[in-house]
């Protein structure tokens, strides 16, 4: 699995499912990568197709393989309200190094289509180190800071 930063520009969504019944939707969406999440800002009053053109940074190691956009509506008087959400699989931007905004699927909590999500990605992996081992303990090479290496003293 490759180790690197993630890169996510979330654009806009679009038909998303209004079930805000006295006014328009008020979405937001909380990006997840494994245990990493940032929440964008709440788009007030753009209904069914909010705009965000946020980017947001995610550290990527151990094995993941996907980025999970829920989509919430903010509610003043009571809890947030679930819109749908969106799993985009992580490989394709593992490879190609960058992945232009497309649009992805948002299925409600009956995994029914409730609309799309935009969003481009773009992956930067760590600089490869030699010999595996993080750099500045031990494990490197015994020449690096004079350590023991045969002597040819007494080899005439």
Do not use: H
């Amino acid at each position: 699995m490759p180790l690197g930063t993630l890169q996510v520009l979330l654009v806009d969504a679009k038909g998303l499912d209004n079930n805000d019944f006295m006014a328009d939707m008020d979405p937001y969406v909380l990006l997840t990568v494994k245990t990493q999440e940032k929440q964008s800002t709440v788009a007030s009053g753009q209904g069914s197709a909010p705009e965000w053109n946020e980017t947001f940074l995610f550290t990527v190691s151990d094995d993941v393989s996907e980025l999970r956009l829920k989509i919430m509506e903010k509610d003043n008087f009571s809890a947030d309200d679930f819109v749908g959400e969106a799993t985009v699989c992580l490989e394709p931007v593992f490879s190609e190094g960058s992945l232009p905004p497309a649009a992805y699927n948002v299925v409600n909590k009956d995994k029914e289509f409730c609309g799309e999500i935009k969003i481009g990605l773009t992956f930067a992996p760590e600089p490869e180190r030699s010999n595996n081992v993080p750099s500045g303990g031990y494990g490197e090479s015994e020449e690096s800071y004079g350590g023991w290496k045969q002597s040819s003293y007494g080899e005439e």
